[in-house]
């Protein structure tokens, strides 16, 4: 059901607050963020270059313009949904998890925690790309993204069979649960698109595994046909 909440792993992180505080609108201890003003937040100094590129991407595609994002303290983020009509994980749910952040695709809203720059790109990367994987795994795709999607498939199971001992100990973590993420997910159409998404998200937000990918010269190539394979996969025809 991509109507239910999406909670993700907890990532390390890099708190954006102070930014968000220039941007979006302010409801209580709520900010809220159109993508509008999501590219006034992309000038700050909060966000590495690959986020940077990737977020350019995301939002010059326009597909995540139906979008908002809310962020704030758990209880005034829960709070301010509910009073809105909107389906979301309950406050006790998010704290017991240690839940960064996570989306909800039936009412197109993103909602973030002690928000970070690599948990905000994750769940954009998630808004911007999860419907049209879903539709590829329910047969309704176009060549050119289920192409797309074929390479990615590939890139995932490169990544699941690489040696764990073979990249430094504090991306070893970071694998692991972007591994579980996958592992874990469903074998319906629903199941297949929330892995091979977990993969893309993990590996263009976490920026252990990131910079992992492209430090290490067996699987350099691999992170530069992830990155190209979802920017086909964003454009539809790119």
Same mark, same amino acid.
């Given at each position: 059901?991509?109507?239910?909440?999406?909670?993700?792993?907890? &990532?390390?992180?890099?708190?954006?607050?102070?930014?968000?505080?220039?941007?979006?609108?302010?409801?209580g201890?709520?900010?809220?963020?159109s $993508?509008t003003?999501l590219k006034?937040? #992309?000038? =700050?100094?909060?966000?590495?270059?690959? +986020?940077k590129?990737?977020? +350019?991407?995301?939002?010059?595609s @326009?597909?995540?313009?139906?979008?908002?994002i809310?962020a704030g303290? &758990?209880?005034?983020?829960?709070?301010?949904?509910?009073?809105?009509?909107?389906t979301?994980l309950?406050?006790?749910?998010?704290?017991k998890?240690?839940?960064?952040?996570y989306?909800n695709?039936?009412?197109?809203?993103?909602? @973030?925690?002690?928000?970070?720059?690599e948990t /905000?790109?994750h769940? @954009?990367i +998630? !808004?911007?790309?999860?419907e049209?994987?879903?539709?590829?795994?329910?047969?309704?795709?176009i060549?050119?993204?289920?192409e797309?999607?074929?390479?990615?498939? #590939?890139? #995932?199971?490169?990544? $699941?069979? $690489? *040696?764990k001992?073979?990249?430094?100990p504090?991306a070893q !973590? *970071?694998?692991?649960n972007?591994r +579980?993420?996958?592992?874990?997910?469903g074998? *319906?159409a629903v199941g297949?698109?929330?892995?091979?998404?977990?993969? /893309?998200a993990?590996?263009?937000a976490?920026?252990?595994?990131?910079?992992?990918?492209?430090?290490?010269a067996?699987?350099?190539?691999?992170a530069? =046909?992830?990155?190209a394979?979802?920017?086909? @996969?964003?454009?539809?025809?790119?």
């Amino acid at each position: 059901n991509t109507n239910t909440p999406k909670a993700e792993e907890s &990532v390390k992180e890099t708190p954006i607050k102070t930014a968000l505080e220039s941007v979006g609108r302010k409801s209580g201890d709520v900010r809220v963020v159109s $993508m509008t003003a999501l590219k006034n937040l #992309m000038k =700050k100094d909060f966000f590495t270059a690959d +986020h940077k590129t990737i977020m +350019h991407e995301i939002l010059n595609s @326009l597909a995540t313009k139906e979008y908002s994002i809310m962020a704030g303290p &758990v209880q005034a983020v829960s709070d301010y949904a509910q009073s809105r009509g909107k389906t979301i994980l309950s406050a006790e749910d998010v704290q017991k998890n240690n839940t960064k952040g996570y989306i909800n695709f039936g009412d197109k809203s993103i909602y @973030l925690f002690n928000p970070s720059a690599e948990t /905000m790109v994750h769940e @954009l990367i +998630h !808004a911007s790309t999860f419907e049209k994987v879903l539709a590829h795994y329910e047969g309704n795709s176009i060549p050119e993204v289920s192409e797309a999607i074929s390479n990615i498939e #590939m890139l #995932m199971n490169d990544f $699941m069979s $690489m *040696d764990k001992d073979s990249i430094s100990p504090s991306a070893q !973590a *970071d694998m692991q649960n972007t591994r +579980h993420a996958i592992q874990t997910s469903g074998i *319906d159409a629903v199941g297949q698109a929330q892995a091979l998404n977990e993969f /893309m998200a993990w590996s263009l937000a976490n920026q252990n595994i990131a910079s992992e990918l492209k430090a290490n010269a067996s699987t350099k190539t691999l992170a530069q =046909k992830v990155v190209a394979a979802i920017k086909k @996969l964003i454009w539809g025809r790119r």
